[in-house]
């Protein structure tokens, strides 16, 4: 029987919270306390079936400014580009980015209706339904309120760093998806810069006479 395996994977990535040598609850994170909920994007994927190649393709410089035209380079060798494949890769790609998008936005509504009770934040105690009778002289006490449960008052301060936290990380993935998005969109681009090339690379007319 062999040994156990080192993983080369940290078991604990994030650094533990450091703790005041007096013994004192540690400071709050910066951003305790804070609804991030307006950061978190919601995602979707645009196309149903991604634009043809052989449309021309738009510019897609998004800083406005009209950037120095590159000089150009040595002349390049034969070049092929096969466009089905690159058509089938990219097809395959807005597949697992729609179950991905799915997932995300399965978990980004999840967090959004639960944030506010999932960790005991309203949890009550009931209270005491009196005796039952109308009498004074019976000695009845009227109902009361409920009342907060001991362990509603750290749930609220555990949910005050908590909820940032999972926004913070709903961020995060709904950005990498955007950022994935993105690629497709320029593996779309790119197909259509490599077909308006081909149409363009053609001899000119002979000249007249």
């Known amino acids: 029987m062999s040994g156990p395996i080192d993983s080369k994977y940290d078991t604990t990535p994030l650094p533990e919270p450091e703790k005041p040598a007096d013994g004192t609850a540690p400071e709050p994170s910066a951003d305790n306390g804070k609804d991030l909920s307006g950061l978190v994007p919601e995602d ?30 040595p002349p390049s060798g034969n070049l092929r580009v096969d466009l089905a494949s690159l058509r089938t890769g990219e097809k395959s790609m807005l597949v697992e980015a729609r179950e991905a998008v799915a997932k995300y936005e399965e978990v980004r509504a999840h967090v959004a209706s639960v944030k506010d009770t999932v960790f005991g934040q309203t949890a009550k105690d009931k209270a005491d339904t009196g005796e039952g009778h109308t009498s004074l002289a019976s000695g009845y006490k009227p109902p009361q309120e409920d009342s907060d449960n001991p362990f509603a008052s750290a749930a609220r301060e555990f949910a005050a760093e908590m909820n940032p936290a999972m926004e913070r990380a709903l961020l995060q993935v709904g950005s990498a998806l955007e950022k994935f998005g993105e690629y497709i969109a320029l593996l779309n ?14 001899f000119p007319p002979p000249p007249a006479g």
């Open 44 to 73: 979707k994927v645009a196309w149903d079936t991604p634009p043809s190649f052989n449309l021309d393709p738009k510019d897609v410089n998004s800083s406005g400014s009209n950037p120095p035209e590159p000089k150009p380079g």
């Open 189 to 202: 681009h790119s197909g259509q810069v490599y077909a308006h090339t081909d149409r363009e690379s053609r």
